[in-house]
């Protein structure tokens, strides 16, 4: 017959040992990931928005710098800065998926998964 104490989970040298089947417990840690996923695209939306906004300022400037007699809004600096802004916004996506998204998630999922379940 188990004690009480081997029911529930005991307790040796800090570490617990509940009779809960390991999927009742990844549960949690589903629901974790989702919660900071959430936040993760909360982020990456308003870095996205802020990265493009500073490249596009950056690029509006140059234009700027190079064509002073044409400084101010134009036809051409808007083709000029809407060119550059192409190839920028396939780059940005994609390191921003890895940076903000991906790492993150994948680090902290990989630490709780070593404190708790091994």
Request: with cysteine; aromatic share 12%; net charge positive.
């Amino acid at each position: 017959m188990l004690s009480r104490c081997e029911r529930k989970g005991s307790a040796i040298a800090g570490i617990t040992y509940t009779s809960e089947p390991l999927g009742v417990r990844m549960i949690g840690l589903l629901r974790l990931a989702l919660f900071i996923l959430a936040i993760e695209a909360v982020f990456y939306g308003l870095l996205w928005v802020y990265l493009r906004s500073t490249r596009r300022e950056s690029l509006e400037r140059e234009w700027d710098r190079r064509h002073p007699e044409k400084a101010g809004p134009s036809e051409e600096r808007a083709a000029f800065v809407r060119r550059f802004m192409q190839g920028y916004g396939a780059r940005l996506r994609r390191r921003l998926s890895w940076l903000v998204l991906v790492l993150p998630l994948a680090v902290i999922m990989t630490i709780i998964f070593f404190v708790n379940y091994r």
